[in-house]
């Protein structure tokens, strides 16, 4: 597919997603939105991607979702716009795949959300963070009151949307938000650097384990063992468990295939 509002590229097993219109901070809009659903459709299929950095062109990573697009909807076509963005970011988050989000500038609001629907988040210094709904008079609409309180705690996750603060990168990393800060021009090569860590391993016991922690966090912890001690065995139906402990045994690195 040709894509308006995104960049997409591939190199060494890494698809690179850019969503690209800076002259609006990349704001969140229906079609970006539906862009953005295509493009981890299609890398979902992917055979030649294994881990997938998002990041934004411009000074803003996503600065939040399109004001101007949605200041006279009323209450259905509200919740429609919510359930799109909502179903969109679970789509990233729920991606067998991992997914980095490399922050390079403004996340409020739907920006935020969309960071948080990564598995890992690399914040520029320059990086800003918050939810400043209330402020707009509206809550939350693209699961930020779901995910920020997973990630930060209910307190924290309550006085930040309460308040619409705005925190910068290094208070995203203390709280939990954020896993790593790192200088501008250092950003896309730490993000690469993560990534291509990653791409070397096990793929299938990569996605196992994000499938895992995704399924496991939002149940009691005996059924998460379960499902941890069941694909856990799955992993010992796979050539690159062989290899990889053979490998190790052999104290050569492995050569893992992917199956």
């Known amino acids: 597919m040709e894509y308006q509002r995104l960049i997409i590229k591939k190199q060494n097993r890494i698809g690179v997603v850019k969503i690209n219109h800076p002259?609006?901070?990349n704001a969140l809009n229906t079609a970006v939105l539906l862009e953005l659903g295509q493009a981890f459709?299609?890398?979902a299929v992917d055979?030649?991607?294994d881990v997938v950095i998002l990041t934004g062109e411009g000074r803003a990573?996503?600065?939040?979702?399109d004001i101007a697009e949605m200041c006279t909807k009323q209450a259905a076509a509200g919740k429609f716009f919510g359930r799109l963005g909502a179903t969109v970011f679970r789509k990233i988050e729920l991606l067998e795949k991992p997914v980095i989000a490399a922050v390079n500038g403004f996340a409020l609001g739907g920006g935020c959300e969309l960071a948080m629907a990564c598995d890992i988040r690399i914040a520029s210094s320059k990086a800003k963070f918050g939810q400043p709904e209330v402020?707009?008079?509206?809550?939350?609409?693209?699961?930020?009151?779901?995910?920020?309180?997973?990630?930060?705690g209910v307190g924290k996750a309550k006085e930040l949307i309460y308040t619409a603060a705005v925190i910068n990168a290094e208070e995203a990393c203390r709280i939990g938000l954020v896993n790593v800060v790192v200088d501008p021009e250092a950003l896309m090569d730490k993000a690469l650097e993560m990534a291509t860590a990653i791409a070397?391993?096990?793929?299938?016991?990569?996605?196992?384990?994000?499938?895992?922690?995704?399924?496991?966090?939002?149940?009691?912890?005996?059924?998460?063992?379960?499902?941890?001690?069941?694909?856990f065995g799955m992993c010992f139906a796979t050539s690159d468990q062989k290899e990889g402990m053979e490998a190790f045994l052999q104290k050569?690195?492995?050569e893992f295939k992917g199956n």
């Open 41 to 43: 459709d299609e890398l």
């Open 23 to 25: 002259e609006a901070l």
């Open 200 to 231: 070397a391993k096990a793929q299938l016991a990569v996605r196992y384990s994000k499938e895992a922690i995704n399924r496991g966090i939002e149940t009691d912890i005996e059924t998460g063992i379960d499902i941890e001690t069941s694909l």
């Open 135 to 152: 402020g707009l008079g509206i809550t939350p609409g693209f699961s930020g009151t779901q995910r920020l309180p997973r990630l930060v």
């Open 252 to 254: 050569r690195k492995p």
């Open 61 to 65: 990573f996503v600065a939040g979702a």
């Open 47 to 49: 055979a030649e991607v």
